[in-house]
């Protein structure tokens, strides 16, 4: 658990059981993984629009939820014109 203290105020990538992304920036978590996101969105991926992005805002992800937690480069994400990216969105994962 020490190991996502590293990533406290860089922003982050989430990606849950149910299939969705979530980007923001990593503002705590607990013991237990559950995360505390800030100025977070949702990004939707469909293979007709694009990639869509829906304000969250301040957001609780519970941590059995988490698939994978990663930092983004700031520069990076912010060069990558989402209205162009194409993508199916990823489907659930069943146990």
Do not use: C, W
Not at 3 to 11: E, I, P
Not at 16 to 27: K, Y
Not at 59 to 78: P, R, T, W
Request: proline share 4%; charged share 25%.
């Amino acid at each position: 658990m020490s190991t996502l203290q590293g990533y406290v105020d860089h922003r982050v990538l989430l990606i849950l059981q149910d299939g969705r992304s979530i980007v923001g920036t990593l503002a705590g978590f607990d013991q237990r993984a559950n995360v505390v996101l800030s100025d977070s969105k949702e990004r939707v991926y469909s293979i007709e629009e694009g990639v869509e992005e829906v304000p969250l805002g301040l957001y609780l992800v519970k941590g059995d939820m988490i698939v994978l937690i990663g930092e983004l480069d700031a520069a990076l994400d912010g060069a990558v014109d989402l209205a162009t990216i194409r993508a199916e969105p990823i489907p659930p994962i069943r146990y």
